[in-house]
């Protein structure tokens, strides 16, 4: 049922084309879904977000590749029915959600976090939470946080020649 509830939202979508979305071949996403999120992270994180997050797309592909299948289907047809149906909650005649203002995309976002339906405060919470980890994923991004980056010290154990006291019959180096 949810494939073929996909695929005909995916038929029936159409978001608007952004100069900005310019990668064409995706792990998970395709070129709807790419200029759906897009939208959306444009909605949660404001005009120019790509400045700090350049790769912000790509990124989101990525990180679905390694959610299981079930989860990343739930998070791509929330796109889509994003994209085909939410445009109606703001009353008046139907627009898409990608071809509205960021004013009019956050009036629908604050809906769907005010919501009564559990449903729709979680595609709220996936929008959010996916469009917030990934620009602050950015470390053009770190130096607004305060954040100085990874660190990447090793215990001083590590540095010792092998063995190491808890492998004492293993001749292998550790890796750094």
Request: aromatic share 10%.
């Amino acid at each position: 049922m949810a494939g073929i509830l996909s695929s005909a939202l995916n038929a029936k979508a159409n978001p608007k084309q952004r100069s900005e979305v310019t990668a064409t071949t995706f792990d998970c996403l395709n070129k709807k879904t790419a200029l759906i999120l897009f939208a959306v992270g444009e909605a949660v994180l404001g005009e120019n977000f790509l400045l700090k997050a350049p790769r912000f797309i790509e990124t989101v592909d990525d990180f679905l590749n390694y959610q299981r299948p079930a989860q990343r289907d739930q998070f791509l047809l929330a796109l889509l029915i994003a994209e085909t149906t939410f445009g109606l909650t703001l009353g008046g005649s139907f627009r898409s959600f990608s071809h509205l203002s960021i004013e009019d995309r956050r009036k629908i976002l604050e809906k769907l976090r005010s919501s009564s339906q559990e449903l729709r405060r979680n595609i709220y919470a996936a929008f959010v939470n996916v469009s917030a980890s990934t620009y602050y994923a950015s470390d053009l991004t770190w130096p607004d946080l305060g954040f100085t980056g990874v660190s990447v010290d090793h215990p001083e154990i590590l540095n010792q020649p092998p063995p190491i006291p808890w492998r004492p019959d293993d001749p292998r180096p550790i890796e750094p």
